[in-house]
C-alpha cells in the first residue's frame, strides 16, 4: 500500500516489524504530537503479529496503518482540485472553464468520472472550423443536439420537444430577401435536405412560417423575437423544434456553433498513470511524450483522481519519515531512499547507509530496546504519558528485554520499565506471562510466520545475511516443525538470493534457542554453536539476536572468508 498524503510526518518501524518497531512507532508519533506540535502518524511496513494485536488490544490503541512503498506517487503530485468537463460538455461552456481556470488544458470525463481524453486549448479551437472546405454544404454543416444549442443560446424552447442526440444539421440563415429564402428552403427540400436543416433568422414571420411548412429540423428565431401562435402550433404537429434566442443573428449563428459537443474534438490517443505508480517509475517514460497534461486514475479502472503536469516530475515533493528501530535501509520500508528522514531512533549497530540532504536528529544506544529511548524522551521533557501508549511502550521494552533477563538489558530499561509499568497500571511479570502467551508460533504460525513475524536482514563481509527470530514459552514443538523450517529458509533463499537464512526459536523462560540455519556451508560450520544436525544448531544461553546471534554470524562470516583467503 502507498501513502495517501505526504502532509504528516510518518513514524515507521523496520521491515518484518516486531513488538518494538511497532511499539516504538507509536510512542515516538505521540511524543511529536505533544512535545513538538507535530502532525506525526505511526505506520508499519509489514504485518502485525499476533502478540502485538493482543498488546494494541489491551491497550485500546489504532492498529497502525500498513504502509509498503514510501515513495512519492503520481497520486501525491496531483492536482485533485484541477477542473475537468464532462464528455457532452458544449464549447462553450469548457472555452468559458477554461477562461475561468487560466488552464489550457482539461480532462474530459464521463459522467461516471471515467476518463475519456485530455482536451487542449488547440483541439478546442476545432470545434468551431469545418471539416472540409469542399462545398458549402461540409461548411454549414454541424454535428450538433437541439438541447445543447438551447443551452448554450440560454433558449427557449416553444414548439417540438428538442433531442439530446447529437446530429449532423445544415445552417441556413434567414437574412436575405424573401425570394432568395423561399428558394433556398425550398431547394433544400428538393434535395430532401429539409430535415437536416436549422435556419436561423430575426423577425421575419414570413420565414418562421415557411421554414415550419417546409418541415426544416430547426427554427431559431434570434433578437428576442416571438413566434406567431399559428406557427407555433403547426411546428408542433410536424415536429419542427422552435428555439428562441435573446441574441441578436451574428451573435446567435455564433453560439450554434460553439454547440458542438467536445467529445467530437477528443484524440484516440493519451497517456494515464496509474494513482499508485512511483514518480521515480514513470518520470523517463513521460518525460518524452508531447502530452503536458497527465489523467491520473485509480488502479484498474478509468476513475480519475487528479491530473499533473510534467513540471511536477521534477522536483517532487518527498515523504518525511522518522525511523525507528532500525537504521539500515535494507530493513527499511520500500522507497526510504528518496524520502525525507529527519530523525532516527534505534538501538542496533549501525548499517551506515542512511544519508539526508540536511543534519538530521539521530538517537542510537546500546540499550535493550527503542521502545526504552522513547519512553525516556517523555520522562526528562515531563510529557505526559497516555496510559495506552505507556502500555505499548512496555510491551516493546518486555519483548526485546525478555522483562529484563536478556544481555542486552541496561539500567536505563530496567528504571524506564517501573516507570512505564506504573503509568500503564500493568505488573510487569504478570503482563509478561500474558504477552507470550498471546500467541505461538511455533504452535499455530505457519512456516510463513514463523519466518516472516520477526525477521532482519544485514549485509556483512560482503555476505547477504537473513535472520529471523520466534520467542516462544517452551520449545516442545521444535522437532516436529525443523524440516518445515529448513524447507522455508532454502525457499527464502532462493527467492531473495541470501547466502545465510537463520531462524531462531527461543525459549524465554530457559533462555535456550534452537537455531535452523541453511546457506552457505563454510558459515554455518564456523559457527559457534553445538550441532544437533546438518542445518540444526543448539544455543544455551543464546537469546538476543542483536547481541549474541548475530555477532556470531559475522564472525563466521569473517572467519570462513579469512580460512579460504588462506587456502589459496
Partial sequence: MTLKSQKPTYVVGHLNPDTDAICSAIGQAEYLRKAENVEAVPIRCGAVPSRVAWVLGQAGMETPALVTDVRTTAELICDKDHVSVCEDATFYSVYRAMQKSSVKSVPVVSSSNEIRG????????????????????????????????????????????????????????????????????????????????????????????????????????????????????????????????????????????????VSNALGEEFLCVNADEAV??????????????????????????????????????????????????????????????????????????????????????????????????????????????????????????????????????????????????????????????????????????????????????????????????DLGRFSERSSEMICGLELLIKNEGYDVALLAVTDITKHHSKIVAVGDPRVIEALPFAKISKNVLDAVGVVSRKKQIFPAVSSAIHGATATTLESI
Fill in 118 to 261: 485530455i482536451l487542449h486549448f488547440t483541439d478546442l479551437m476545432q470545434l468551431l472550423m469545418p471539416d472540409s472546405l469542399d462545398g458549402q454544404q461540409s461548411v454549414k454543416t454541424i454535428h450538433v443536439s437541439q438541447q445543447h444549442i438551447k443551452e448554450t443560446l440560454q433558449g427557449q424552447s416553444v414548439a417540438a420537444s428538442l433531442s439530446e442526440d447529437e446530429e449532423d444539421l445544415i445552417m441556413f440563415v434567414g437574412a436575405s430577401s424573401k425570394k432568395s429564402v423561399f428558394e433556398s428552403i425550398n431547394a433544400a427540400k428538393a434535395d430532401g435536405l429539409c430535415d437536416k436543416q436549422i435556419v436561423i433568422c430575426g423577425d421575419r414571420e414570413d420565414i418562421h412560417a415557411e421554414a415550419v411548412s417546409n418541415s426544416v429540423r430547426v427554427l431559431v428565431v434570434a433578437g428576442g423575437y416571438k413566434v406567431q401562435d399559428a406557427v407555433v402550433a403547426e411546428a408542433k404537429q410536424k415536429g419542427v423544434a422552435i428555439i428562441l434566442s435573446r441574441f441578436d443573428t451574428a451573435t446567435t449563428v455564433q453560439l450554434v456553433r460553439c454547440s458542438r459537443s
Fill in 280 to 473: 521515480s517509475d514513470i518520470r523517463k517514460r513521460l518525460s518524452a511524450a508531447r502530452q503536458d497534461l497527465f489523467p491520473v486514475v485509480e488502479k484498474g479502472t478509468r476513475d480519475l483522481v487528479g491530473v499533473f503536469r510534467k513540471s511536477a516530475l521534477v522536483d517532487p515533493p518527498a515523504t518525511t519519515l522518522v525511523l525507528v528501530d532500525h537504521n539500515e535501509y535494507a530493513q527499511a520500508v520500500r522507497g526510504v531512499e528518496e524520502a525525507n528522514v529527519i530523525e532516527v531512533i534505534d538501538h542496533h549497530r549501525l548499517g551506515g547507509d542512511v544519508m539526508s540532504r540536511e543534519p538530521i536528529r539521530f538517537l542510537n544506544e546500546p540499550v535493550g530496546s527503542t521502545c526504552t529511548l522513547v519512553a525516556r524522551k517523555f520522562r526528562y521533557m515531563s510529557i505526559p504519558l497516555s496510559k495506552g501508549v505507556a502500555m505499548c511502550l512496555c510491551a516493546g521494552l518486555i519483548s526485546d528485554t525478555l522483562n529484563l533477563t536478556s544481555p542486552t538489558t541496561t539500567e536505563l530499561d530496567r528504571s524506564m520499565l517501573a516507570w512505564l509499568a506504573d503509568i500503564a497500571e500493568v505488573n510487569a511479570v504478570q503482563f509478561t506471562h500474558d504477552f507470550f502467551a498471546s500467541g505461538s508460533l511455533l504452535a499455530k504460525g505457519s512456516v510463513d510466520e514463523l519466518i516472516g513475524t520477526d525477521r532482519k536482514q544485514f549485509n556483512e563481509g560482503g555476505k547477504s545475511i537473513s535472520i529471523s527470530q520466534v520467542e516462544e514459552m
